[in-house]
């Protein structure tokens, strides 16, 4: 398991922004794909961002694309999510997750439910 901190949450305006942070305590961070995810009050978690531990291919969810980008610096093992032109409908708890990449493909890198390691989730609020 990887302990993973998360950070920058808080209270924006709509068309702010935003940058989370999470800091992972695992050495071998470099190793790990990293994602985001958010869940709204009575809403299932969802995915919104990833980036592959090998050649650093990200992914993202269509409601986000062109407005948020995920970015990992493995030297101080660090996962970010920059949010730009935010939305009330980005309100949410973002939390960010880990997984041993060369575990898994592709093609799961979109889903909670193949990440083992979770942080405790950052409020991200926008008023309109």
């Known amino acids: 398991q990887v302990q993973l901190v998360e950070s920058g949450g808080g209270s924006v305006q709509a068309g702010g922004s935003l940058r989370l942070s999470c800091v992972a305590s695992?050495?071998?961070?470099?190793?790990?794909?990293m994602g985001w995810f958010r869940q709204a009050p009575g809403e299932e978690r969802e995915f919104v961002a990833s980036?592959?531990?090998?050649?650093?291919?990200?992914y993202y969810a269509d409601s986000v694309k062109g407005r948020f980008t995920i970015s990992r610096d493995n030297a101080k093992n660090t996962v970010y999510l920059q949010m730009n032109s935010l939305k009330p409908e980005d309100t949410a708890v973002y939390y960010c997750?880990?997984?041993?990449?060369?575990?898994?493909?592709?093609?799961?890198?979109?889903?909670?439910?193949?990440?083992?390691?979770w942080g405790q989730g950052t409020q991200v609020t926008v008023s309109s």
């Open positions: 997750a880990a997984r041993p990449g060369s575990a898994y493909g592709i093609a799961t890198m979109t889903q909670p439910s193949h990440f083992g390691s």
């Open positions: 695992q050495r071998t961070f470099s190793t790990y794909d």
């Open positions: 980036i592959r531990w090998s050649g650093g291919s990200t």
